[in-house]
């Protein structure tokens, strides 16, 4: 088997085009595009060059840091605000410093535990969505001069594709419509897009896990893996650990398809600093080291130098932060350097490991023991210590770990693109259950149904029902192609057609295992609502046939399908009608909606 850069197809499109792919991590960031020419094999590039790195040749990633005045208006960013002379500037003016921002779009189901640290405050005036919006058109501008100034008449260039650009935004495996929506709005807020439907149309998204698994295969490790085995893409970065696990189902064209429900748990690089720093706390109470600014300090060396190399906890770790004259013998400071032992460093990282071991090991058990090997890309991945850890405690499973030669951090941005063109994932695995509320039947023999009778309602042809019924249009666990719909009809009864107008279904998700529940319960952590799917039924009104109701009251009764197409790396539901004459159509809309007009029983 070639890698994918020997077997992609020419691009088939009449026009040149630009597809720009962003990767906004929690700690660091990049980007990747490909220029589409009529007839020719895309190319993947990486934006390499950023204000601030022009000392660093070939450097594809940077911070993902903003400063703000006081007025909300960026300052700096990237590796600009890593610069001295804008760290100082930022301190004289009061600039605010806003990092691991991407961690607030998190979903509600998904607790973060900061180990008592607290993510930075938002600028003033400012939404997370603002701000991401904000960072997305630093990257955007940053990608706009990259390929300006470095491809011939890149000013033309530009021009002739800037109204139609494509974007392909990556998120974790953990993040759904929501989030998604969210993200779009970011992208309309820093001017990537128009706020229109042909503008939205023009974001794409992929889970980090996926686009991860692309830039594996680009990089030739498909072909090292046989089709009867599965294999795991583990996703390392700053704040996540992206986990999803797929098999070979053919090789010319390569299709592969998940074998596993994907995970995300918060395990990256980052709340291994978090623990040093904590730990630092402690340890340098009552020195003059002892200070935030101090401690600030010295974790950030800690990130920048022993976190990096770490490779053996039997050896002693230094942190090297200040200058030969700086020492303090009572906490283990000397000659500018922190002594940490290697069993105090190796703690720090346990955590962020042993939940990488149990997830990877549920990823075998809800394959079946499929997966044989483990592919390890990400910027955490670079660790020495975390690739041992993983190869050490997966070998007793006959499970190897491995990772590409290829730079890990920027597996996802060029993993993303690889995505859009090359598009070899056929089938996804369903991560919870999917469904709608509906009215039931009124049982007083049931004991369940007698705790509920408060709330019982009569529909106008005289059946008393009880809501909050919770039905299944899509389980957990289940093998979806892309173009495989899930449609479930229902009805409902209306005494006034003028409703037909403004007519709303939620699309309900539940986390809470396998067995499908019975009831929604609406402030439990394990329910929550994916997206509000409305439409304008009011062309049924001229079709739709009166009845009578047990007293004597007008009705009319309508039919309708929900449909949940979920094979695609964004979630669609819709709504299905049809007047006798023609199908209709009405797709999501993600909205906050604590109540739906019409109430609808399953048929």
């Given at each position: 088997m070639k890698p994918t850069s020997d077997t992609r197809k020419p691009y088939g499109g009449s026009s040149r085009a630009l597809i720009i792919a962003l990767d906004v991590g929690t700690t660091f960031s990049g980007v990747s595009y490909a220029l589409l020419e009529p007839g020719e094999v895309p190319k993947i590039h990486g934006v390499t060059r950023f204000p601030g790195q022009e000392h660093v040749a070939g450097n594809s990633k940077i911070p993902s840091v903003m400063y703000y005045d006081r007025h909300g208006r960026v300052m700096a960013a990237g590796a600009e605000a890593d610069n001295a002379s804008i760290i100082s500037q930022a301190e004289d003016e009061e600039w605010i410093k806003t990092e691991l921002f991407k961690l607030r779009l998190r979903p509600k189901s998904m607790k973060l535990k900061m180990n008592g640290m607290r993510l930075s405050p938002l600028p003033r005036h400012k939404s997370?969505?603002?701000?991401?919006?904000?960072?997305?058109?630093?990257?955007?501008?940053?990608?706009?001069?990259?390929?300006?100034?470095?491809?011939?008449?890149?000013?033309?260039?530009?021009?002739?594709?800037?109204?139609?650009?494509?974007?392909?935004?990556?998120?974790?495996?953990?993040?759904?419509?929501?989030?998604?929506?969210?993200m779009r709005r970011a992208a309309v807020y820093g001017g990537l897009i128009p706020d229109t439907d042909e503008g939205?149309?023009?974001?794409?998204?992929?889970?980090?896990?996926?686009?991860?698994?692309?830039?594996?295969?680009?990089?030739?490790?498909?072909?090292?893996?046989?089709?009867?085995?599965?294999?795991?893409?583990?996703?390392?970065?700053?704040?996540?650990?992206?986990?999803?696990?797929y098999a070979v189902r053919g090789t010319n064209p390569l299709v592969i398809e998940e074998v596993a429900p994907p995970d995300c748990i918060f395990a990256g690089s980052v709340f291994v600093s978090r623990r040093a720093r904590e730990f630092l706390e402690e340890k340098l109470k009552g020195s003059?080291?002892?200070?935030?600014?101090?401690?600030?300090?010295?974790t950030k060396r800690f990130d920048e130098t022993t976190k990096r190399l770490f490779r053996d906890k039997k050896d002693l770790q230094f942190v090297p932060f200040g200058s030969p004259l700086d020492k303090d013998f009572s906490v283990g400071i000397r000659g500018g350097q922190l002594k940490l032992e290697g069993t105090e460093v190796a703690e720090f990282f346990e955590p962020s490991v042993e939940a990488a071991i149990t997830s990877i090991k549920a990823q075998v058990d809800a394959s079946q023991g499929m997966i044989k090997s483990v592919w390890l890309v990400g910027g955490f991945a670079a660790s020495p210590w975390l690739f041992a850890q993983l190869q050490e405690r997966l070998a007793p499973l006959k499970i190897t770990v491995s990772r590409p030669d290829s730079q890990t951090s920027k597996a996802v941005a060029d993993g993303a693109l690889g995505f859009y063109c090359d598009h070899h994932v056929s089938a996804r695995?369903?991560?919870?259950?999917?469904?709608?509320?509906?009215?039931?039947?009124?049982?007083?023999?049931?004991?369940?149904?007698?705790?509920?009778?408060?709330?019982?309602?009569?529909?106008?042809?005289?059946?008393?029902?009880?809501?909050?019924?919770f039905d299944c249009i899509l389980a957990r666990c289940v093998k979806v192609k892309e173009s495989t719909v899930f449609s479930r009809k229902y009805c409902t009864e209306l005494t006034n057609l003028s409703t037909l107008s403004v007519f709303e279904v939620e699309i309900w998700c539940y986390r809470g295992g396998d067995t499908i529940p019975q009831w929604i319960l609406r402030h439990a952590e394990d329910y929550s609502t994916l997206c509000v799917v409305r439409a304008d039924l009011?062309?049924?009104?001229?079709?739709?046939?009166?009845?009578?109701?047990?007293?004597?009251?007008?009705?009319?009764?309508?039919v309708f399908s929900v449909e949940i197409h979920f094979g695609l790396t964004e979630f669609k539901a819709r709504i299905k009608w049809n007047d006798n004459v023609s199908v209709f159509f009405s797709y999501m809309c993600q909205i906050n909606c604590d109540n739906i007009r019409e109430r609808s029983s399953s048929m």
């Open positions: 997370s969505v603002d701000v991401f919006g904000d960072f997305l058109a630093y990257l955007f501008r940053c990608t706009k001069s990259f390929i300006i100034d470095t491809h011939a008449n890149g000013q033309t260039l530009w021009h002739h594709v800037e109204t139609s650009i494509e974007f392909v935004l990556s998120h974790p495996n953990g993040w759904e419509g929501a989030q998604q929506t969210k939205r149309a023009r974001i794409r998204f992929v889970t980090e896990g996926e686009a991860s698994l692309h830039a594996c295969v680009q990089s030739g490790l498909a072909a090292d893996n046989p089709s009867r085995h599965g294999f795991l893409v583990a996703d390392a970065g700053g704040g996540t650990l992206d986990i999803s696990s003059k080291y002892g200070t935030s600014d101090s401690i600030d300090h010295i695995m369903s991560k919870f259950m999917y469904g709608v509320e509906y009215l039931r039947e009124y049982d007083p023999n049931d004991p369940e149904h007698h705790s509920r009778k408060d709330r019982l309602c009569e529909l106008p042809s005289g059946p008393r029902l009880l809501p909050d019924a009011s062309l049924l009104s001229g079709s739709a046939e009166p009845k009578h109701g047990k007293n004597g009251k007008t009705y009319w009764t309508i």
